[in-house]
């Protein structure tokens, strides 16, 4: 179990470091203030808990009621995070820290961006419930299954809580933009193996 709690961590971590949606918005908000940046980062882990708690039962849903089905699904998430891995490996991030771009929405307003950028993206759930098939067996209980989300939640709050902060210092700010290209093939390289070492067990 331990095992497999760290590739499910590991997969999350690369997809998180990887430039998307949420780390624009945490970017953005940050840039002009760390409290809008935490307020982005809350809404994105209140919806982000949205989706892996539908993963966690519909996972459960689909075990009991067709073993068939979610062994369809075990092989269509592989391939969509092989999927991922390769468009983070051939695309550009194109995030950049201009000062005309930065927000000046409230508190209230970051976290509704971060909240409802994450709530409503089903690729998020497409993505925990993918992970969730591979490295959690058919038998594996409920509680074990919401306890690799919880653990989940907890990496997403951790993650993105340092981010703002080091985005906080301007030299970080700086290196980043330069290396964020090669950080997201990298991860790109990740989920890929990740992904042919899931279809190959």
């Known amino acids: 179990m331990f095992e497999s709690l760290v590739v499910v961590l590991g997969v999350a971590l690369a997809a998180q470091l990887s430039p998307g949606p949420d780390m624009m918005l945490i970017f953005r908000h940050t840039t002009t203030s760390l409290r809008a940046g935490m307020a982005c980062i809350?809404?994105?882990?209140?919806?982000?808990?949205?989706?892996?708690?539908?993963?966690?039962?519909?996972?459960?849903?689909?075990?009991?009621t067709s073993p068939v089905l979610f062994n369809t699904i075990r092989y269509a998430g592989?391939?969509?995070?092989?999927?991922?891995?390769?468009?983070?490996?051939?695309?550009?991030?194109?995030?950049?820290?201009?000062?005309?771009?930065?927000?000046?929405?409230?508190?209230g307003q970051a976290f509704r961006d971060?909240?409802?950028?994450n709530l409503l993206n089903p690729k998020v759930t497409l993505f925990v419930l993918s992970v969730f098939s591979q490295l959690l067996a058919p038998?594996?209980?409920?509680?074990?299954?919401?306890?690799?989300?919880?653990?989940?939640?907890?990496?997403?709050?951790?993650?993105?809580?340092?981010?703002?902060?080091?985005?906080?210092?301007p030299a970080f700010r700086t290196r980043?933009?330069?290396?964020?290209?090669?950080?997201?093939?990298g991860c790109g390289v990740v989920l890929c193996g990740l992904a042919v070492l899931m279809v190959a067990g």
């Open 78 to 107: 592989a391939a969509y995070i092989l999927y991922v891995g390769i468009r983070y490996l051939t695309g550009n991030s194109g995030l950049t820290f201009d000062a005309n771009q930065r927000s000046s929405a409230p508190f």
């Open 176 to 185: 980043y933009e330069r290396f964020q290209n090669p950080i997201s093939r």
């Open 42 to 64: 809350l809404g994105i882990c209140l919806g982000f808990t949205f989706h892996v708690t539908l993963s966690v039962a519909g996972l459960a849903v689909l075990i009991r």
């Open 114 to 117: 971060g909240l409802f950028c």
């Open 139 to 169: 038998e594996t209980p409920t509680g074990i299954r919401a306890l690799f989300g919880l653990a989940l939640i907890v990496e997403a709050i951790v993650v993105w809580t340092l981010f703002s902060m080091l985005l906080d210092r």
